[in-house]
């Protein structure tokens, strides 16, 4: 290092034209720096989202009141979108198919 210092030198008192530059320390990672890699995506937020569905649903606040449409309970709030709730369809209950053949004691098979 020293004897290329020294050369270097020794060039410069004889003023002759030459470039000596220093050696980037990571030249790479300093031209990735540079370019842009990913461009930025700034996503759309809708602020309302949907019903929430929940077993029981209930008021959150007094401005929120009942509808039953279609077999559901819903919950709506004009003041807070996001009290918005439906409740979950009931499930049927007795749905066996009464037959004759299927209140024998003896199975015919």
Partial sequence: MQSILSISRKL???????NIEKPRLFSTLQDISMKKILQVYN???NPICGFKVKGRVRRRCKSCYFVFR????????????????????????????LTHASQSPVRPW
């Fill in 70 to 97: 279609d077999q559901r309970k819903y919950v709506i709030c004009p003041e807070h979108p996001r009290h918005k709730q439906m409740a979950m369809k009931p499930k049927p209950h007795n749905t066996w198919i």
């Fill in 12 to 18: 410069m008192k004889l003023n002759l034209n030459v």
């Fill in 43 to 45: 996503p759309v937020i």
